[in-house]
Structures are given as C-alpha cells and as structure tokens.
T-cell receptor, first 115, second 111 residues
C-alpha cells in the first residue's frame, strides 16, 4: 500500500501476557518512529530507527519494551509482561530521511487494551 | 511541562467561522510542524514552518511563527464540519532526534 500500515488495529490481552505490534512503513522511507498516545493526550516518543539501527531508544518506558527493524522496512514493537498502564494507542510513523524537516507519515495505530 | 503546548484544549465553532489554535514552546527550534488527527486515525501532516519564516499558507490554513515569543498559531478559515479533529504542534529543537508533540487542541465544527 501507499501508506504506513499497522497491525493489529486492535489488541485486547490479559495482564502479564506479551504482545507484538507491527509496522510497515512507506516503501523507501529510512526513518521509522514509534509513539504512544494515551486517551485524549499528545504523543509520547518511544523509539526511532534509521535503517535497521536505533540511534534513539530514550523513550522506551521500561525494559519490558523492545523494538526491532529488519531489512530497513518492517518494525515490531514488543511489550513483555504487559501491565494495565500499557493500555494506549501505539502509533508508528515513517519519513523519507531521518531529518526532522520532513513530514512524518503515520499509520492508524494499534489500540492496545490490557485487562 | 511539555515543549509544545496547545491552547485552547478544546474549541467549538460554527461552520463558516475561523478557528485559531495556538502553540507555545520553551526552547529554541529549527522548525515547527502542525498535524491533524481525526478520531481513531493517525496524524496527518498539515504544514511545516522553519524558524526563519514568519508566516506560511496552505489552502485555508495559515500558520504564523513568533520566535521571540516562542509561539505559533494555526488559523483555519471558513471552517467546515470535516475540519473537526484534534490539532497538534510538533517542534524540532535540534537537540533530539525526534519531534516533540504537544497535547493538542480538539476542534469541533458544528454544521
């Protein structure tokens, strides 16, 4: 597709389970970003990839959160031993380069609910 | 507090009226971007204004930037019901590798 694709669109899971969220960026975009958005709030930066490497992981809230990107394309965000406070919408964005004077293109997010 | 903070938090207007949203920030920036988010969707880039620019237009959108006051405004003229969305500013401070987003203004345009 032409845009950023995220899957699943919704995920409901029990506390303590692991979850994996997927992001397919726009083809050819080298930069990929993960954000978290709580209800009615702004975006909280999680991690940034340039190609397959992550120069900035500063936003990951705890060691239960990890992310990888393979082939300079698809990225997965993994949350281990989920907690109720992890409930949020997880948004992925890509941009053509890693410079911040380029627009970021967002997917529609994964709405994660931890019971 | 956040680098970018929008004001007001919520705005309700009648179709045809103009809507003005403001964004204030704390540190110097390289550029500032505005995004729109419809309910349940991702963010859509609207416009980018660089630190050496004072005003920029795109269709019914007008963005101003006052670096001395560390503030920006987004004006939507002749609003439509389809403009109902949340609007976010995002700043590039040059010291981080990511944009810093504000908490947004929820705009409701009543038909």
């Amino acid at each position: 597709g032409a845009g950023v694709s995220q899957s699943p669109s919704n995920k409901v899971t029990e506390k303590g389970k692991d979850v994996e969220l997927r992001c397919d960026p726009i083809s050819g975009h080298t930069a990929l970003y993960w954000y978290r958005q709580s209800l009615g709030q702004g975006l909280e930066f999680l991690i940034y990839f340039q190609g397959n490497s992550a120069p900035d992981k500063s936003g990951l809230p705890s060691d239960r959160f990890s992310a990888e990107r393979t082939g300079g394309s698809v990225s997965t965000l993994t949350i281990q031993r989920t907690q109720q406070e992890d409930s949020a919408v997880y948004l992925c964005a890509s941009s053509s380069t890693g410079t911040l004077n380029q627009p970021q293109h967002f997917g529609d997010g994964t709405r994660l609910s931890i019971l | 507090s956040q680098q970018g903070e929008e004001d007001p938090q919520a705005l309700s207007i009648q179709e045809g009226e103009n809507a003005t949203m403001n964004c204030s920030y704390k540190t110097s920036i390289n550029n500032l971007q505005w995004y729109r988010q419809n309910s349940g969707r991702g963010l859509v880039h609207l416009i980018l204004i660089r630190s050496n620019e004072r005003e920029k237009h795109s269709g019914r959108l007008r963005v101003t930037l006052d670096t001395s006051k560390k503030s920006s405004s987004l004006l939507i003229t002749a609003s439509r019901a389809a403009d109902t969305a949340s609007y976010f500013c995002a700043t590039d401070t040059g010291s981080a590798r990511q944009l810093t987003f504000g908490s947004g203004t929820q705009l409701t345009v009543l038909p």
